[in-house]
Structure formats: C-alpha cells, structure tokens
C-alpha cells in the first residue's frame, strides 16, 4: 500500500523491453545513434512540432533547469507559483543552472497561479527598473503540485499576459500525460498551442525508469540547450539507453495510457477518501495525486496496516486525539492495483478488508 508518490512505482515492462533491445550491440553515443533519432522524432510527431528541440536527460529537476537557463538570463527572474518544484524541491537547480536568476512566487490557490498575482508581480517588476531583477520567464506546473489542473483557457491566459510581457513560458510537466489524459487534450493543445515555450515532458514518474525530455518549441535555443546539457553532465554517452525508454513510453499511447489508469486509481481514491466520516480533499483532484484530510486515528489504522505515505508536517505524531485532521498526500501510478485502494479504504474506515 504504497501512495507515496508515483515514482515509487515500478517502470512498464515495455519500457524494459525497449531497454534490453537497446542494448543489442553497439551504436554510435552522445545520440548519433538511430534509438535517439526515432525518440527525438516520436516526440516531435507528438507535440506536432517538426521543428522542435529535443533533449532527453535523467532528472526532472535537470529538465526544469536546463529548459529555464535557455529561457532567463541571471538578472533575470522567474514567476512562478509559490509552491512550485523548482521553487521548493530542486536545492536551488534552476537558480544554478541560470547563473543566478531568481524565483518570483506568485499566490497560487490550490496550486494554480492567480492571473491577477502575476500582473502584480510584472508591475513591480517594471516599477523597479535596473535595480531589481528583469522579467525573466512564467514557469508553470501541470499537474500542479497541489494534483490540481489548469484548464486549456487558463494556461492561454497566463500565456498571454507573459507574450504581452515579452517574456516565455516554461511548462514544468512531470506529470504531463496525467494532465492530457485528464482534459482529453493534445500534448500540442496543452503547450505551444496555448503559448508554452519550453516544456519538460516527464516520464519517471509515469512508468519510465528514469527519463525526462526537454522540448523547446523556438529553434533558437536548440543549439544552446545542446551546450548547457553538455556543459552540466546531463549529455548521456550512452543516450540510446535514455530514447529507448522515451520511444517506448510514447509508442502505441502507452504514455496516456498509464496516465488514465494512474487518474482512474486516484478517483477511486478520492472516494475512499469521502467515505471516511470527516475525511475531505483539499484540493478538487484532477490527475493521480490528492490531498486529503483524515482523522488521526484513521492514519493510525493505515500506518499500522502498512499503507505508506507523507502526512503533514511530516512530524505530526499519530499518537494524539483521534479526531484531529491531519492533511496528508497520496499519489496513484499507472500500476496501482484496485485491491490495495480497498485495502487502504478499509483500514481508513476502521472496517476488515
Ligand atoms: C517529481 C517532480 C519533478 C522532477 O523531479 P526529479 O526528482 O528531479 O525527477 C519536477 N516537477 C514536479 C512538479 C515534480 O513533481
């Protein structure tokens, strides 16, 4: 009963077969290999965007910062929501990565950025001249980290308001296919149709081993991504092992696929979660990932079950007044079987499996 997060799932045994038929004999490294020339190909087909850069590297974090140190430059900043991952999650990443550029954090309700808190920030921007940091880049995360979704028209809304600012717009997607799948919209639909720029297309947590790519729509920043991934360790030698694994993923929809099953385990999760009496989302759920308030005696019954997964603060003891709310996180991946959700419903309800 693990729901700790989609990345502590296993990787799809086609993207482990992919691998194994990867690894027949020899090819040329550093890409010029065809496994990377397909992958590159599958990815630009996807996105509808022939012209694309694309990169793949080992990290989401190393995704997220190469994308935004094309994008900004280091008297530059970021808008971002406050509760973002290259905010809060990435040990300052992206602020290495782009030599300095600094993060701007925006209100977010429920983990969505408030157009009316960018506009804000854009102004003083402005206001404070060559004594403050410049408009850099707006980097937005779909699914959002607080499992939310923003709808087609609002990522076109804020994409606007960064166009009429000059500036580009990254797309922070590690849970990418969770989001498309979710809306029923294109890859396309969701980025550079809406104005996205530059997105980091995740694939860990949804059943790769360990790949991310990089796909910026603006042809001028291939040749410098090329450069920083080198230049940052992030350039593989061995990169067919990494487009393997990226052809797979996209091949035949395998990619929305586990992202549909991953939603569907989390909605039923989302149920089990309201069947408990006081048990109430914090946030509307969108994709594979909820946060929930329970009573501290039914974390206490799922811990003791075996059920892993992050409350907080993470140091809330779980000895204590049955009632209290304590907020917790659950994730749901592509392999989430239905009986461990009855499992964990159970256990949180206080009833037999
Ligand atoms: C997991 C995640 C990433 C990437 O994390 P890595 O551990 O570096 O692969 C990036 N953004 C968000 C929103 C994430 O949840």
Same mark, same amino acid.
């Given at each position: 009963m693990n729901f700790a997060s989609d990345n502590a799932g296993p990787a799809h045994p086609r993207v482990m077969e992919a691998l194994a038929r990867a690894g027949e004999g020899y090819a040329m490294p550093y890409g010029n290999d065809p496994v990377t020339a397909d992958a590159v190909g599958a990815i630009r087909d996807l996105f509808e965007a022939p012209e694309a850069e694309v990169a793949f590297v080992g990290t989401g974090t190393a995704a997220n910062a190469l994308a935004l140190s094309c994008l900004v430059r280091p008297f530059e900043t970021v808008y971002c929501s406050s509760m973002a991952h290259i905010e809060?999650?990435?040990?300052n990443a992206p602020e290495f990565f782009t030599g300095g550029a600094k993060m701007t954090l925006l209100h977010a309700p429920d983990g969505l950025i408030d157009p009316a808190a960018f506009a804000a920030a854009l102004a003083a921007t402005r206001d404070r001249g060559v004594h403050g940091a410049q408009a850099g880049a707006l980097s937005i995360t779909?699914?959002?980290?607080?499992g939310t979704a923003y709808s087609l028209a609002e990522i076109g809304r804020l994409a606007d308001m960064a166009r009429d600012a000059g500036i580009p717009v990254h797309l922070d997607g590690a849970r990418f296919a969770n989001a498309c799948a979710a809306l029923g919209c294109t890859a396309a639909e969701m980025t550079w149709k809406a104005g996205v720029d530059a997105v980091s297309f995740g694939g860990t947590k949804n059943g790769c081993l360990g790949v991310e790519a990089v796909v910026?729509?603006? *042809?001028?920043?291939g040749r410098e991504l090329a450069l920083r991934r080198k230049r940052s360790g992030?350039?593989?030698?061995?990169?067919r092992y990494l487009s393997a694994q990226m052809s797979a993923y996209v091949e035949d929809g395998l990619w929305l696929e586990m992202a549909g099953a991953a939603n569907a385990a989390c909605a039923r999760l989302a149920e089990a979660v309201r069947a408990v009496p006081s048990g109430r989302l914090a946030h509307a759920p969108a994709g594979n990932m909820i946060y929930a308030d329970l009573p501290r005696a039914a974390h206490r019954r799922a811990m003791a079950a075996g059920a892993q997964y992050y409350i907080y *603060?993470?140091?809330?003891?779980?000895?204590?007044?049955?009632?209290t709310p304590i907020r917790c996180r659950l994730v749901c991946d592509w392999?989430?079987?239905?009986s461990e959700i009855e499992r964990i419903a159970a256990a949180w309800e206080g009833r037999k499996a």
């Open positions: 809060e999650d990435e040990c779909q699914i959002t980290e607080r910026m729509f603006r *042809p001028e920043h992030h350039l593989w030698s061995k990169q *603060p993470s140091d809330t003891p779980l000895d204590g007044p049955d009632d392999s989430k079987p239905l």
